[in-house]
């Protein structure tokens, strides 16, 4: 390309045009809102079952009583199959 001293065209030609620029007018009440969740009635209901849950006692006392009962007695029989089932089953 020759310039024959006629910089400031060949310049203009290069200039980014100001007229395709985005100008965003900002809302000041846009800026001041603030974020909001909203939870679906079956969150809302799945959050107050898992508090019950987790308020609950994490070993089942009657049931302790009973199998420790039936094994001093000597009459809790386990299935051999239902206890290689079980752990065939396991997932670790």
């Known amino acids: 390309m020759i ?3 006629n910089v400031q065209a060949v310049a203009g030609a290069y200039s980014v045009s100001s007229t ?14 603030k974020d909001e969740v909203l939870l679906s009635h079956e969150s809302q209901s799945f959050s107050s079952m898992l508090q ?5 006692d994490d070993v089942r006392e ?3 009583q009973d199998l420790s009962a039936r094994v001093a007695a000597g009459s809790y029989e386990v ?3 239902n206890l290689a089932a079980s ?4 997932r670790f």
């Open 52 to 56: 019950k849950l987790q308020s609950m």
């Open 62 to 64: 009657d049931k302790v």
């Open 79 to 81: 299935s051999s199959e």
């Open 20 to 33: 395709g620029s985005v100008k965003r007018a900002y809302n000041a009440q846009a800026v001041e809102k």
């Open 87 to 90: 752990l065939l089953n396991a």
């Open 3 to 5: 310039i024959n001293g």
